[in-house]
Every structure is written in structure tokens, then in C-alpha cells.
């Protein structure tokens, strides 16, 4: 083949080209080990002398030739490909996006972590106790004999076998001190079981145990450490007021009420008192050698304040409308 009828086919062949393949070919056709432009070149030796510089400048013109239309093709086909794929994954900006709704942490989940987290920074162990309690644990122990008046008040839920489900977590208090004896710091949160329900009791709720024991402990580590408290919770200048009360356990006993902003009513938020004597020997320490302070509150109380929740009942009612507000 002459050199002119290849620069004419190399022109052709080129235009036509459409893919990457078809390029791949026509790089062999030409340039290939028995390629048109390399078999030609190999004619040189062929030639007189004389004829051999001006045939290896058309070469070479050829070979120019070549490269400019195989860069200009490589070129039309990237951008034929990125073009393609644009068309082919082209994203429509203007549909609606989907909404993937978020779980919550459950508002008393969120404030037993409040209360919790307030304790152990203060160097309270978390402790934790059996739900289904025996006599002895939930009351006994606790200096509330068998005939003891203050049984009535617990609404107490009984098993067959003379279990039953804890009214309060104060027996932890007890097996706190089997367990552990002291220096002794805990607190308990956890479920409880009264036979009561209206607006603004639940069968089961929740609370927070709290037992320090010591030597030395007295009233005011009590009252210091609940005001602490109370500043945490609810802000500082939040009004309290420690009320003498009555539990079989506590001796001096008080309840603790806070003042309601909104409402300007006094709300009691908790029990507590310095450890009885008897609960103390009871649970196998000297009361001589170690005095203690306990305190109890109620979780879904302290959320209800928080949250402003009107219906104590709603905060088990696992409505989404509620729980995500
Ligand atoms: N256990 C008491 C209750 O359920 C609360 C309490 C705990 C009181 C500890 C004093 C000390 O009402």
C-alpha cells in the first residue's frame, strides 16, 4: 500500500471510530507488530539511498498524523463515556427525601441516668436488688414486724409461695450491708410493685434507693447531701423543705418537699431519715460503732416535675406522640 492511500484510510477509519475497543483495533491495525504504518517503514531498507530520507520524513509526517487523530479520538471517547455516565446516574435533587425517625432514650430512663449520674460522681456505688422480695428483706429487716401497721400501707402484691414483689427498694439497704458491710455508700434504682393505680400512681414505678454508712454519720451529711442534690436537679434556687415524718427504719425520719414554681405548691419528692438502730444490727453491723443515712425516691415523680408531665399513666403509655416530645 502507498503512502497516500494509507494517510486516506488512517483519515477514514479514525472519523468512524465510536469506542474504546474500535480504538483498540485500529492501534493494531496501524501501529500493531505487522500494523500498515509499521510494515511500511520497513520498506525503507528496500529503497536506493538517496530516496530513503525524504520516504522516512513522510514516515514520520504519517506517524504524526496517527498520533494527532489517536489523541483526538481518545479524547472524544472519554468524554463520550463520562457523558454516559452522567446520563446514567443522574441524581433528581427535587424528590423527596426519606425520613429515617430516631429512637429516644425514654424520659425516665433519662432522669434515673440524671439521678444516677449525681450519686456516683459523689462516689455512690450503683446497686442493684431482686425484684420478687421475701418478707424478711421487704420488711422484717427493715424493723417492720409482722403486725406492724405500716405493712397496710404498702398495698403489698403477694406471691403464692409468700414472696412478693418489693414495695420499695429499701431492702437493697439490707443486702447492701449483708453484701458489702462498711464504710458503705450505694444507691439503688429499680422497679417497685404497689396494689394502687390512678392519675398519679401506677402499679409499678420506679425509685432510687440512697445508703450511706459510716462511723460518725449524722443528720446534717444527710440534708447537706440531698440539697446538693436537689441544686443538681431541679437548679439552685430551688426551695426545699425537710418535713418530720415516720418510717419503721429511719429514726430521725423526714419527707422531703420542694417548692413548685409553677404551681407554688409544696411537692414531696422523698423520703429519708438517719438509719434505725435495729435495721443496722439487723443487717449484721455494730449500730454502736456505725450510724447511717437512707433516702427514697420516686423516679417517675422526679421525671413528672421535670417534664412537666401531667398523667403519671402516660409515661407508660408508649405513645410516640408523647415519649418524642
Ligand atoms: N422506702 C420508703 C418509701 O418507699 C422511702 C424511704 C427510703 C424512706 C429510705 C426513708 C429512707 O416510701
Given at each position: 500500500m502507498d503512502l497516500d492511500a494509507l494517510k486516506a484510510n488512517l483519515k477514514k477509519d479514525f472519523k468512524k471510530i465510536v469506542s474504546q475497543e474500535e480504538l483498540n483495533q485500529l492501534k493494531v491495525k496501524y501501529l500493531g507488530k505487522k500494523g500498515q504504518i509499521t510494515e511500511l517503514s520497513k520498506n525503507i531498507k528496500n529503497l536506493p539511498s538517496k530516496e530513503r530520507p525524504t520516504f522516512g520524513k513522510k514516515i514520520g509526517e504519517l506517524r504524526s498524523l496517527y498520533e494527532s487523530f489517536l489523541g483526538s479520538a481518545q479524547e472524544k471517547i472519554e468524554l463520550q463515556i463520562i457523558n454516559e455516565s452522567l446520563e446514567k446516574?443522574?441524581?433528581?435533587?427535587?424528590?423527596?427525601?426519606?425520613?429515617?425517625?430516631?429512637?429516644?432514650?425514654?424520659?425516665?430512663?433519662?432522669?434515673?441516668?440524671?439521678?444516677?449520674?449525681?450519686?456516683?460522681?459523689?462516689?455512690?456505688?450503683?446497686?442493684?436488688?431482686?425484684?420478687?422480695?421475701?418478707?424478711?428483706?421487704?420488711?422484717?429487716?427493715?424493723?417492720?414486724?409482722?403486725?406492724?401497721?405500716?405493712?397496710?400501707?404498702?398495698?403489698?402484691?403477694?406471691?403464692?409461695?409468700?414472696?412478693?414483689?418489693?414495695?420499695?427498694?429499701?431492702?437493697?439497704?439490707?443486702?447492701?450491708?449483708?453484701?458489702?458491710?462498711?464504710p458503705l455508700k450505694i444507691i439503688c434504682p429499680g422497679k417497685v410493685y404497689r396494689s394502687d393505680a390512678d392519675k398519679t400512681h401506677t402499679p409499678m414505678f420506679h425509685q432510687v434507693e440512697g445508703l450511706v454508712i459510716n462511723e460518725n454519720v449524722n443528720f446534717g451529711h444527710l440534708k447537706n447531701e440531698i440539697m446538693t442534690f436537689i441544686d443538681f436537679f431541679f437548679g439552685p434556687d430551688t426551695k426545699v423543705r425537710f418535713r418530720p415524718s415516720y418510717f419503721p427504719f429511719t429514726e430521725p425520719s423526714a419527707e422531703v418537699d420542694i417548692m413548685d414554681k409553677k404551681s407554688n405548691n409544696w411537692l414531696e419528692i422523698m423520703g429519708c431519715g438517719l438509719v434505725h438502730p435495729n435495721v443496722i444490727d439487723m443487717a449484721g453491723l455494730d449500730s454502736k460503732k456505725f450510724s447511717g443515712f437512707a433516702f427514697g425516691m420516686g423516679i417517675e415523680r422526679m421525671a413528672k416535675l421535670l417534664y412537666e408531665i401531667e398523667d403519671m399513666r402516660s409515661l407508660f403509655s408508649n405513645d410516640l406522640k408523647f415519649l418524642s416530645q
Amino acid at each position: 500500500m502507498d503512502l497516500d492511500a494509507l494517510k486516506a484510510n488512517l483519515k477514514k477509519d479514525f472519523k468512524k471510530i465510536v469506542s474504546q475497543e474500535e480504538l483498540n483495533q485500529l492501534k493494531v491495525k496501524y501501529l500493531g507488530k505487522k500494523g500498515q504504518i509499521t510494515e511500511l517503514s520497513k520498506n525503507i531498507k528496500n529503497l536506493p539511498s538517496k530516496e530513503r530520507p525524504t520516504f522516512g520524513k513522510k514516515i514520520g509526517e504519517l506517524r504524526s498524523l496517527y498520533e494527532s487523530f489517536l489523541g483526538s479520538a481518545q479524547e472524544k471517547i472519554e468524554l463520550q463515556i463520562i457523558n454516559e455516565s452522567l446520563e446514567k446516574d443522574r441524581i433528581d435533587v427535587t424528590l423527596p427525601g426519606s425520613y429515617k425517625s430516631q429512637g429516644k432514650l425514654h424520659p425516665l430512663t433519662i432522669t434515673t441516668k440524671k439521678i444516677a449520674d449525681f450519686f456516683s460522681s459523689k462516689g455512690y456505688l450503683i446497686e442493684d436488688g431482686p425484684e420478687i422480695e421475701s418478707d424478711y428483706y421487704n420488711f422484717d429487716a427493715l424493723n417492720i414486724p409482722k403486725d406492724h401497721p405500716a405493712r397496710d400501707m404498702h398495698d403489698t402484691f403477694y406471691l403464692e409461695n409468700g414472696n412478693l414483689l418489693r414495695t420499695h427498694t429499701s431492702p437493697v439497704q439490707i443486702r447492701s450491708i449483708e453484701k458489702r458491710g462498711a464504710p458503705l455508700k450505694i444507691i439503688c434504682p429499680g422497679k417497685v410493685y404497689r396494689s394502687d393505680a390512678d392519675k398519679t400512681h401506677t402499679p409499678m414505678f420506679h425509685q432510687v434507693e440512697g445508703l450511706v454508712i459510716n462511723e460518725n454519720v449524722n443528720f446534717g451529711h444527710l440534708k447537706n447531701e440531698i440539697m446538693t442534690f436537689i441544686d443538681f436537679f431541679f437548679g439552685p434556687d430551688t426551695k426545699v423543705r425537710f418535713r418530720p415524718s415516720y418510717f419503721p427504719f429511719t429514726e430521725p425520719s423526714a419527707e422531703v418537699d420542694i417548692m413548685d414554681k409553677k404551681s407554688n405548691n409544696w411537692l414531696e419528692i422523698m423520703g429519708c431519715g438517719l438509719v434505725h438502730p435495729n435495721v443496722i444490727d439487723m443487717a449484721g453491723l455494730d449500730s454502736k460503732k456505725f450510724s447511717g443515712f437512707a433516702f427514697g425516691m420516686g423516679i417517675e415523680r422526679m421525671a413528672k416535675l421535670l417534664y412537666e408531665i401531667e398523667d403519671m399513666r402516660s409515661l407508660f403509655s408508649n405513645d410516640l406522640k408523647f415519649l418524642s416530645q
